[in-house]
């Protein structure tokens, strides 16, 4: 069955530690997203990659870092640098990121203890 | 800036107890509008794309509608499994390539056996 796989499903970090999210897809979309999920807010875009080796910044880019080096992997690495990183995060893609509805995995919840 | 408002935030239902959840929006040129269902601890599920006012589209007992400003989701005597938080968002037409998402906070509908 083709669909997003995200994971692990729950995460906990120290403060102070780097950590990354592994998101892959076998629906062969070109473009991926990251997203953090907060209670009482919408889903808030921090990065989107539309090709291969190719990403753009969403609204809170900072304090993550991402890498698109193959078409099916956009792993999301959460840094140090991120004041706030307990959130719940899911990976999306869609055929093109224009005209085509996105597709979401099942999330990743991370916790900073 | 592009805005999302879903009302109400929560809503309780009989089974069987048809109603509306709303999803007022604010954006300089409409691509798309984007409906979706989320279960508690699970990533967003596609149900809807519209296009254009007056679109209309139809699953199973859901219905959604769409205006200039606003667009509704009908629930026709819904059922327990039913019960989610329904997200809307919306895509910007945009000349830079870029038309992301714009999420609404959703509405956590209730469906009471």
């Known amino acids: 069955d083709g669909g997003i796989t995200q994971s692990p499903k729950y995460l906990f970090r120290k403060e102070g530690q780097n950590v990354t999210l592994s998101c892959e897809q076998n629906?062969?979309?070109?473009?991926m997203y990251w997203y953090r999920q907060d209670p009482g807010q919408g889903l808030r875009l921090i990065y989107y990659?539309?090709?291969?080796?190719?990403?753009q910044k969403g609204d809170i880019a900072e304090g993550y870092s991402v890498s698109r080096e193959k078409k099916e992997s956009f792993p999301l690495t959460v840094t140090s640098a991120q004041k706030n990183p307990t959130a719940f995060y899911l990976c999306?893609?869609?055929?093109?990121?224009?005209?085509?509805?996105?597709?979401f995995g099942q999330g990743t919840r991370l916790t900073v203890v | 800036e592009d805005q999302v408002t879903q009302s109400p935030e929560a809503l309780r239902l009989q089974e069987g107890e048809s109603s509306s959840l709303n999803c007022s929006y604010t954006v300089s040129g409409l691509r798309g509008l984007f409906w979706y269902r989320q279960d508690p601890g699970k990533g967003p599920e596609f149900l809807f794309t519209?296009?254009?006012a007056g679109e209309e589209k139809e699953k199973e007992r859901l219905k959604a509608t769409l205006t200039k400003k606003e667009s509704f989701l009908h629930i026709t005597a819904p059922k327990p499994e039913d019960s989610a938080t329904y997200l809307c968002?919306?895509?910007?037409?945009?000349?830079?390539?870029?038309?992301?998402?714009?999420f609404g906070t959703g509405t956590r509908l209730t469906i009471i056996p």
């Open positions: 968002a919306v895509q910007p037409i945009s000349n830079f390539g870029n038309e992301k998402l714009t």
């Open positions: 519209l296009y254009s």
């Open positions: 990659s539309q090709i291969v080796n190719d990403f």
């Open positions: 999306a893609s869609s055929l093109d990121g224009v005209d085509t509805e996105a597709f």
């Open positions: 629906l062969n979309h070109d473009a």
